[in-house]
């Protein structure tokens, strides 16, 4: 690698300075060339995967359009074929468009609905004429002189639709449970890695819910003997008014963990060999210094200067050569051995989003319009269903 290391020779005259002869016989050394290391290029990850878990919540019965009106073999027609008259009672305070889903209901099941109103008016001026104390707030009449207040009636009503509850509630103990669908399955087979379970990042088993339930419970009494001919109650909650059920979106992403690690990685090594590199020419100029200075003869104050000074040259530049071919070799390990990151798998994990429910009952205070709107409508439809779904049971024999 060195020029020439000269002996030493010390060269002295009668009157004159010691002259250290040069030590290298050339002030350019020969040196093993710095391998050119290409960086790696940073691996670009898989990109993100987004996809959907649908599920449906199917309707239950779905209440006929209350413009359907058809005869029923449900009530039983009277002379001529002229149907059963039905006067409704609900001393209770009904849901909005309660009223009117029973009546549609008993119009599409037979009946001849009356007018209804005036009953309360005709059951006080009976309790007066009895010299019974009013109702007290909350009860419910006695049903023997509702029936005569009915038969007091310009035109008596064959049957008496007594509505003895009939409420509009939240449902907010609903939980869908979702785990062991088919559909949940084969999502996650399609999505590799993917877990249904209760921990963040999977496809929880289980949705809790908030809709809407509503009870209605109803007696047909003979106006003419006073017996009770049907009784029924029914509850309907929101899927089974809304005619395609309760759709549960789940969306999904898979993403890549590791891409900081993987690129951090190259980095670092792309890093240690540039650091490497750079090393080695600056040991380069050391080394060239050293020989430029060690090619020339200098003068000393004395031989023992002269030799020290040729000693510490030769010594130096052995140093430096040392360090410059062991940095050369470790530099061509590290060229020929790249990061383990190069060639590591890409590590995903997924995001899951929270359920999101359509129509969506929940209440979180910030109601649009158009939200309030359609859980209106809902509720409606609610109503209409269960009274449907209720008389539609009767049978009079």
């Known amino acids: 690698m060195r020029g020439t290391v000269l002996l030493t020779a010390i060269a002295t005259g009668a009157c004159s300075a010691p002259i250290a002869e040069p030590v290298f016989t050339t002030a350019v050394p020969t040196l093993e060339t710095i391998p050119i290391v290409q960086p790696l290029p940073a691996r670009r990850p898989p990109p993100d995967i987004q ?22 073999p449900g009530a039983v027609p009277g002379p001529e074929g002229a149907r059963p008259g039905a006067i409704i009672y609900a001393p209770g305070v009904l849901p909005p468009g309660g009223l009117q889903a029973v009546e549609t209901a008993l119009l599409r099941h037979g009946f001849a609905v009356l007018d209804q109103t005036g009953i309360d008016r005709r059951i006080t001026a009976l309790r007066d004429s009895l010299g019974a104390p009013p109702v007290a707030p909350g009860r419910t009449p006695d049903l023997a002189q509702v029936i005569r207040a009915v038969q007091s009636g310009e035109r008596p009503a064959d049957y008496l639709f007594l509505v003895e509850r009939f409420t509009v509630s939240p449902a907010s103990d609903r939980a869908l449970e979702i785990g062991g669908l088919p559909e949940t399955r084969a999502h996650a087979e399609q999505n590799p890695g993917l ?10 088993t289980r949705i809790p819910s908030r809709w809407y339930r509503t009870q209605i419970s109803a007696r047909l009494l003979d106006v003419g003997t006073g017996s009770i001919v049907w009784l029924g109650s029914h509850d309907v909650e929101s899927p089974d008014a809304e005619p395609d059920g ?29 650091e490497m590199a750079q090393e080695a020419r600056l040991l380069q100029g050391e080394i060239r210094d050293v020989y430029a200075v060690g090619s020339e003869a200098r003068t000393f104050d004395s031989e023992e200067a002269a030799l020290a000074w040729q000693r510490s040259t030769r010594a130096e530049a052995d140093r430096l050569e040392r360090e410059y071919r062991d940095l050369l070799e470790r530099l061509n390990e590290l060229a020929s051995s790249p990061p383990v990151e190069y060639e590591m798998e890409w590590d995903t994990y997924y995001v ?45 024999n």
């Open 51 to 72: 996809d959907e878990l649908v599920l449906r919540v199917p309707p239950g019965p779905t209440a006929p359009d209350e413009f359907d009106i058809v005869n029923s």
């Open 352 to 396: 899951v989003d929270t359920p999101r429910l359509d129509p969506d009952f929940s209440s979180d205070g910030a109601e649009d319009a158009a939200r309030g709107e359609r859980i209106e409508a809902h509720l409606e439809r609610l109503v209409r269903t269960v009274a449907t779904s209720l008389i539609n049971t009767i049978v009079i």
């Open 195 to 204: 877990r249904i379970g209760d921990a963040v990042g999977e496809i929880p």
């Open 246 to 274: 309760i759709v549960v979106r789940i969306s999904t992403e898979r993403r890549v963990a590791n891409v900081d690690r993987i690129n951090g990685g190259i980095a670092d090594w792309n890093e240690r060999t540039a």
